[in-house]
């Protein structure tokens, strides 16, 4: 994906009928919102080391672990079509109201603030934020015609994928993805499960192979793949058929995504394993992703899950589509603005952008969410965000991002 930088765009769980209570399912917002932040400082950390730049060996070791921003892209596309999934699986995999009420519910949740954002990003890259200062945001510009169109007809991934703001090549990843979720569902249930995700798995894999070095790269066709495992993440989690519910019952979930975290984190101290076999290690994470999910998903009494259902994680989690889409010129305006005059010493400039950053971030994001995200979600989903807020539990289904 030529080092492309991280994204964040979800669904989150509707509500209905599961076996098990609403609040169980706040830990994938939880999930979504420290993935969030955990962007927000990936993109800090470019910020300071970009164009070869990169940490002496003392604070590599420290830092280091901020180098991998692009594995929260693969997380949350698995938790996209988990998340989409649920309501299909608790239906006997029926898509409730048809295709045209599913288009009209994603174009209606996404696309809003998009098209706000993307307004934002092109006024900041035009007039304070033009000119490069040897940072991450110098992939933003300069602003083009045609950058500008292949941004409203959500074609960014294939021209000039990080012009204008260089996280929202994944929005249109996502998006092209959204439109092969109907054909998949009808998959699902007429030439059956098995087949469906293994066609549309394989199918991923091999065209993202095919187009690597090609223009068409930027179609992360195996994001497919990962969109995939979690359709199957969530029928194994919430389907009635049998050989969903004994797959549920009798796997050590947790223990699997254990074995593939360590996997992962052997993948990375191997040179280049990120860049050069970066379709293999996507395909990695999405699958210690998925199987941490479903491990989740059942295990209420874990600490993990206690922790990722902690109401901060997961209200950040629920406006975090917002916090991505408006982070990283923030970030480029602290670091021009702020930072870069006051000449701090250097081992305090990261320290500084991230804490600026989550502070600044946060707040401004939220307040984004409140005009250009909140007014497009459902009422089922104002109201679950609120109750978090006003008393620190969470409460009927948090929605989608």
């Known amino acids: 994906m030529n080092n492309r930088v991280s994204n964040i765009s979800s669904a989150g769980p509707p509500q209905g009928a599961t076996g098990f209570p609403h609040s169980h399912l706040g830990f994938l917002d939880g999930i979504r919102g420290l993935a969030a932040l955990y962007v927000l400082a990936h993109h800090a950390w470019l910020t300071i080391y970009f164009d070869g730049r990169r940490p002496d060996h003392v604070h590599a070791f420290w830092e280091g672990w901020l180098d991998y921003g692009h594995f929260a892209v693969d997380v949350f596309i698995v938790l996209s079509g988990f998340c989409l999934m649920i309501p299909v699986a608790k239906r006997g995999n029926v898509l409730e109201g048809g295709t045209s009420s599913f288009f009209k519910k994603r174009i209606r949740r996404i696309l809003p603030p998009y098209y706000a954002a993307l307004v934002l990003s092109i006024a900041l890259a035009t007039t304070v934020l033009s000119h490069k200062m040897g940072t991450v945001w110098d992939y933003s510009l300069p602003v083009t015609p045609m950058g500008i169109l292949a941004h409203l007809l959500l074609l960014q991934n294939i021209h000039r994928s990080l012009e204008i703001n260089s996280v929202f090549w994944s929005i249109a990843v996502e998006c092209q993805i959204y439109l092969l979720f109907p054909l998949l569902v009808r998959g699902w249930s007429t030439i059956g499960i098995k087949r469906t ?205």
Not at 310 to 315: D, G, H, N, Q
Not at 344 to 366: C, E, H, N, R, Y
Request: contains cysteine.
């Open 197 to 401: 995700a293994g066609l549309a798995i394989a199918v991923g894999i091999v065209v993202a192979v095919i187009l690597q070095p090609t223009r068409f790269a930027g179609l992360t066709a195996h994001y497919l793949s990962l969109f995939t495992f979690g359709m199957i993440g969530a029928t194994i989690c919430f389907s009635s058929n049998s050989t969903a519910v004994r797959y549920r019952a009798s796997t050590l979930w947790l223990g699997i995504s254990a074995g593939f975290c360590a996997l992962v984190l052997l993948c990375t101290q191997i040179p280049l394993a990120t860049t050069k076999y970066q379709i293999g290690m996507d395909i990695l994470v999405g699958l210690c992703a998925v199987t941490f999910i479903i491990g989740l998903t059942h295990s209420r009494q874990s600490w993990i899950h206690r922790c990722l259902n902690w109401a901060p994680f997961v209200y950040i989690g629920t406006f975090s589509y917002s916090l991505y889409l408006v982070h990283l010129p923030i970030l480029q305006l602290l670091w021009q603005y702020v930072l870069v005059p006051a000449h701090p010493k250097a081992q305090l400039d990261l320290f500084l952008l991230i804490l600026g950053g989550l502070t600044l971030g946060v707040a401004f994001s939220w307040l984004f969410h409140i005009v250009f995200e909140r007014p497009f979600m459902s009422t089922t989903q104002k109201l679950a965000s609120s109750e978090v807020v006003a008393t620190g539990s969470i409460g009927p289904a948090l929605g989608e991002a």
